[in-house]
């Protein structure tokens, strides 16, 4: 099997709701996204994160560090997806103009 099979390349999405009520809760929803970009992941909606993994293992570590820092309030999902179910996806702006998929990334590793 390749190392980047689109069923092994895994794509790591954080879902997230948080309260924006106080200066503190906006400070903490700014503090949790700026987490989520110096970890690696991209905006791909208002509150939703995106990251692509080259394996399952790297999008486990992924996870774990989102958890490892996340909110005291609000809700938080994560899913981790296969390149070939991300590549399913139809992406819609407005109610009938068609978006094109983001462009697949292919991460170096150095280990």
């Not at 895994?10 to 503190?24: A, I, N």
């Not at 909606?45 to 486990?60: G, N």
């Not at 996870?63 to 899913?79: A, C, D, H, T, Y």
Request: net charge positive; glycine share 4%.
């Amino acid at each position: 099997m390749s190392r980047f099979n689109e069923y092994r390349v895994m794509w790591v999405m954080v879902f997230f709701d948080l309260p924006t009520d106080t200066k503190r809760d906006r400070k903490n929803a700014a503090d949790f996204r700026k987490r989520l970009i110096s970890d690696g992941f991209v905006m791909f909606q208002f509150s939703i994160y995106m990251r692509h993994c080259p394996s399952a293992e790297v999008a486990t570590v992924h996870i774990n560090r989102v958890k490892s820092f996340l909110p005291e309030k609000g809700q938080v999902g994560i899913i981790s997806i296969t390149d070939k179910q991300f590549g399913t996806m139809e992406l819609f702006v407005g109610t009938k103009e068609k978006k094109e998929k983001p462009e697949v990334c292919v991460q170096l590793e150095l280990f």
